[in-house]
């Protein structure tokens, strides 16, 4: 059989990988000149670096099998990460109980509260009794109005901005459930691949392509060809490319613009899941900005809500003793901060950058990039299950497997490779049927 697969991330590659093993035809169409999508890389110092941060955790075990079946389980390292809280002016270490006990910000009893149901929601696991529930009114119920204020409200802020109030509990539960496997003994450790998660976008090329498949890279998809309720081929600009079955792994608004003959009901359920635009500013610093990898930001104040000091995790010497980190915003579309350029967006944040580190001096600024992704985060609502779009579309011979079908996990790369996995399955046994 002869597959279509829309998208070079870790979905499209994914599944073109399963399916070239199994002895079919694939191709795959990447709009942009590289493949990785949101975790393709660029170069810094000579080595290469994601466009936005990226780690994984002990949990993610679809993503570490797939590194392990491509041999490249020896570039698979786990590092320490030190995860920290900006609050009025001082960064607290916020990783082990001890962190947790010593953070001041809030009474000790809240403090008691903010540990134990992190416990508890490491051990729950009935989700589903949480579909209803906002992550507001839950924490706000069992944490506490000061835990709210003070770490989970600008957490949930950080993601969704003005739609956190909207945001599921089933979100938050899937972000600390997982998180906590990656934390043991009073630390938490993390993965990261020697030379960069683009390590594993190249191997999956180079096995597509040993297994007979075609990637073409600059080759936006403009229109899924449907005769008779059917997917039929592909368009590319002018040309056109014949295929027994496709499978799409873009954004649904993409989606939607490939395929207008979708019916009303399952376009609609597309159109229902919005999207918070990641937008991230990364600087290639001459000295370090603090001691933290993952530092989350608690101060209405300050315009961005993360800064991720990349070199903290991962060792400098490897970008030639450059100091890496990436300030990270998820806004939505039309936001200012959405439309603003580098520059514009450096000047905007440098007087925070000082609260941080008050000799924080612009010229050790070596380098600077901007990078944003409209589809950067879906935004998880209430009874998110009712809302999931099917993986088989009613366009027959026509599947779709992008990052809003992923629940009730946050999104993330290990879960792109199993909907990869998944959607790659879906085909091969479908096209058994085929006509
Ligand atoms: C700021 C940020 C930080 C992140 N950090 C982490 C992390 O630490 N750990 C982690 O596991 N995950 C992280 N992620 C998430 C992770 O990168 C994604 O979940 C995963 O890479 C998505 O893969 P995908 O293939 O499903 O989608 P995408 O990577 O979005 O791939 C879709 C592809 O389709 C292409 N495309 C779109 N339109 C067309 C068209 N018309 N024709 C052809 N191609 C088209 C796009 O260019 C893209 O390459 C992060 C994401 C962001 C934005």
């Not at 000295?287 to 993360?306: A, Q």
């Not at 100091?323 to 603003?340: F, H, M, Q, T």
Request: aromatic fraction near 12%; include cysteine; glycine fraction near 8%.
């Amino acid at each position: 059989m002869n597959f279509g697969i829309v998208g070079g991330g870790l979905a499209g590659l994914t599944a073109a990988y399963e399916l070239g093993k199994e002895g079919h035809k694939v191709s795959v169409f990447e709009k942009e000149a590289e493949l990785g999508g949101q975790a393709a890389t660029f170069m810094v110092a000579g080595e290469r670096l994601e466009v936005f941060y990226h780690h994984i955790f002990a949990s993610d075990v679809d993503i570490i099998s797939l590194i392990n079946e491509l041999g490249l389980g020896e570039k698979l390292m786990w590092l320490d990460s030190r995860v920290g809280f900006f609050h009025q002016g001082k960064i607290y270490d916020f990783v082990t109980p001890i962190d947790l006990m010593r953070f001041s910000p809030i009474g000790l009893v809240d403090r008691l509260r903010l540990g134990l149901i992190s416990l508890y929601l490491r051990w729950y696991k009935n989700w589903p009794k949480m579909e209803g529930t906002t992550a507001k009114e839950w924490l706000l119920r069992y944490g506490g109005r000061r835990n709210y204020e003070v770490v989970w409200g600008p957490l949930l802020k950080n993601k969704f901005g003005a739609s956190s109030d909207e945001v599921s509990m089933v979100w938050f539960w899937g972000k600390i459930h997982l998180r906590f496997t990656s934390r043991q003994q009073g630390k938490e450790r993390l993965g990261y691949m020697s030379g960069s998660f683009g390590t594993l976008v190249d191997a999956l090329k180079e096995r597509i392509i040993d297994c007979g498949g075609q990637i073409h890279t600059s080759s936006p998809v403009s229109t899924i060809i449907v005769e008779e309720g059917k997917a039929i081929g592909l368009r590319v600009g002018e040309q056109t490319y014949p295929f027994d079955a496709i499978i799409a792994t873009v954004p649904s608004p993409a989606f939607l613009d490939m395929v207008p003959q979708l019916p009303a009901g399952y376009a609609q359920k597309l159109e229902r899941v919005r999207y918070q635009m990641a937008v991230c500013l990364v600087l290639i610093l001459k000295r370090p900005l603090s001691h933290i990898y993952w530092l989350n930001v608690s101060d209405p104040s300050i315009p961005f809500v993360v800064v991720i000091e990349h070199t903290n995790f991962v060792d400098p010497s490897i970008y030639d003793g450059k100091r890496i980190i990436y300030i990270s915003n998820y806004v939505s579309k039309d936001s200012p901060l959405g439309s603003l350029d580098a520059d514009e967006l450096l000047i905007e944040y440098m007087p925070h950058l000082r609260k941080i580190n008050p000799e924080f001096d612009p010229a050790c600024i070596e380098e600077r990039y901007l990078f944003r992704e409209e589809a950067g985060q879906p935004i998880i609502t209430t009874h998110y299950s009712s809302r999931v779009p099917d993986h088989r579309t009613p366009i027959s011979h026509l599947y779709l497997a992008n990052t809003t079908q992923i629940y009730p996990e946050d999104r993330g790369m290990n879960y792109s490779v199993r909907l990869g996995r998944k959607t790659a399955k879906m085909v091969s046994s479908g096209s058994a049927m085929f006509p």
